[in-house]
């Protein structure tokens, strides 16, 4: 027993304490699998929740404002600007080679739409490309962090 050299008020002291301690360590396995579920259940993302979506703008000048706007509006997290990529396609009869940046949108599935609307809105191309693909899966902490700076739904202004 622990306690046996104390004076006997001490050794009343260590034995409730080892009590307690014998006490939590026989709870633990009972609350492992509770804390557990509580823990999961509060992370678990719902895959497809979330989408990267993808812009290309003519430059840096238009990439940031467009990047700027759509995070202050919440309707993205996160939008990294990749510079300098080439882009080549068709566009009325003749193959066209432009150099622009790419944002890499991070925002939720449910806000897709509005975010393509409002790139239309703004972006200076006749048909900007605005394309989204759903997250499967990531590090739970970002995901979340993702889905809190999203809301679900519009905003009350
Ligand atoms: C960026 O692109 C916009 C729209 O095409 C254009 O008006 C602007 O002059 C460009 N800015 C730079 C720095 O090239």
Not at 23 to 48: D, E, K, N, T
């Amino acid at each position: 027993m622990p306690g046996e050299d104390l004076p006997p008020h001490r050794r009343q002291m260590a034995k409730g304490a080892f009590g307690v301690l014998l006490l939590s360590l026989l709870m633990v396995p009972i609350l492992q699998p509770a804390c557990q579920r509580f823990f999961s259940m509060a992370s678990a993302y719902v895959s497809g929740t979330l989408s990267a979506a993808f812009v290309t703008c003519p430059n840096e000048t238009v990439g940031k404002e467009i990047a700027r706007a759509v995070v202050e509006k919440r309707l993205a997290a996160c939008v990294n600007i990749v510079p300098r990529v080439t882009s080549i396609y068709e566009w009325k009869g003749k193959i066209e080679e432009d150099s622009e940046v790419l944002l890499m949108i991070k925002t939720r599935s449910s806000r897709v739409s509005a975010l393509a609307e409002f790139v239309r809105s703004v972006h200076p191309y006749e048909v900007p490309e605005v394309i989204a693909v759903p997250i499967q899966e990531g590090n739970p902490p970002y995901l979340q962090w993702v889905e809190e700076r999203v809301p679900a739904e519009k905003p009350a202004e």
